[in-house]
T-cell receptor, first 113, second 114 residues
Framework: QKEVEQNSGPLSVPEGAIASLNCTYS??????FFWYRQYSGKSPELIMS????GDQEDGRFTAQLNKASQYVSLLIRDSQPSDSATYLC?????????????FGKGTHLIIQP | KAGVTQTPRYLIKTRGQQVTLSCSPI?????VSWYQQTPGQGLQFLFE???????NKGNFPGRFSGRQFSNSRSEMNVSTLELGDSALYLC?????????????FGPGTRLTVL
C-alpha cells in the first residue's frame, strides 16, 4: 500500500523566517512529486513539482527530493502571513499513474506576524 | 486560460438518492481525475479518464462511476448515496495521462448527504 506521511502540525513560523515542510513516501517506484497549497475552504493549488534528486527552486519556494531516503521537502523563504495554509505532499508512480496521486494528510502551517 | 470548472458547487441530497457532478478541464487538457476529500481520510483518488476511457481507478465501491466526453469534459455519478459520501469532490485536469504530469484542481463540489 502506497503511503505518504506528513507531520500534521500545526507548524508555527515567524514572519520572514524559513518554513520547512517534510514528507516521506513508501513506494520506491515513485517518480513524480508535487506540493500543493490548500487554503481553508478552497481547493488545492499546485506550487511545486519535482522529478529528480536535488533541489528545484521557484521564487521563494524550494522543493528538495532524496529518492534514496524516500523523502521530499518544501522550503518557503521569507515566510509571509499569506503562506498560512495546509501544504499537501503528493506522489505518483509514473508509467500510467496506476493509482492517481497519493496525498499525505497535509501540514498546517501558521506564519506568525 | 480558464481554469478547471466544476458544477454545481454545492449539493444537498438525502440517503438513497443519486447525484451527478460535472467537470470541465483546462482547454487542451485531455486527462481528468476525480478525488474525494474528507477531514478523516484526506484526499483520495477515485478515477482517471483519458480519451473517453477510464484509465485508472481507486479503491471505491461501484456506486462511484464516471465518464468522459469527446470534448474532455467529465461527469461522475454516485448512486444510492450514503451519509459517508458527504465530502468535497475535486476534479483535476492534466495535459496528458496523470502519471507524472502536473494536475490542476477545480474549485470542487461540496456534497452533503442527509
Amino acid at each position: 500500500q502506497k503511503e505518504v506521511e506528513q507531520n500534521s502540525g500545526p507548524l508555527s513560523v515567524p514572519e520572514g523566517a524559513i518554513a520547512s515542510l517534510n514528507c516521506t513516501y513508501s513506494d520506491r517506484g515513485s517518480q513524480s512529486f508535487f506540493w500543493y497549497r490548500q487554503y481553508s475552504g478552497k481547493s488545492p493549488e499546485l506550487i511545486m513539482s519535482i522529478y529528480s534528486n536535488g533541489d528545484q527552486e521557484d521564487g521563494r519556494f524550494t522543493a528538495q527530493l532524496n529518492k534514496a531516503s524516500q523523502y521530499v521537502s518544501l522550503l518557503i523563504r521569507d515566510s509571509q502571513p499569506s503562506d498560512s495554509a495546509t501544504y499537501l505532499c503528493a506522489v505518483n508512480v509514473s508509467g500510467g499513474g496506476a493509482d492517481g496521486l497519493t496525498f499525505g494528510k497535509g501540514t498546517h502551517l501558521i506564519i506568525q506576524p | 486560460k480558464a481554469g478547471v470548472t466544476q458544477t454545481p458547487r454545492y449539493l444537498i441530497k438525502t440517503r438513497g438518492q443519486q447525484v451527478t457532478l460535472s467537470c470541465s478541464p483546462i482547454s487542451g487538457h485531455r486527462s481528468v481525475s476525480w478525488y474525494q476529500q474528507t477531514p478523516g481520510q484526506g484526499l483520495q483518488f477515485l478515477f482517471e479518464y483519458f480519451s473517453e476511457t477510464q484509465r485508472n481507478k481507486g479503491n471505491f465501491p461501484g456506486r462511484f462511476s464516471g465518464r468522459q466526453f469527446s470534448n474532455s469534459r467529465s461527469e461522475m455519478n454516485v448512486s444510492t448515496l450514503e451519509l459517508g459520501d458527504s465530502a468535497l469532490y475535486l476534479c483535476a485536469s492534466s495535459l496528458w495521462l496523470a502519471g507524472g504530469d502536473e494536475q490542476f484542481f477545480g474549485p470542487g463540489t461540496r456534497l452533503t448527504v442527509l
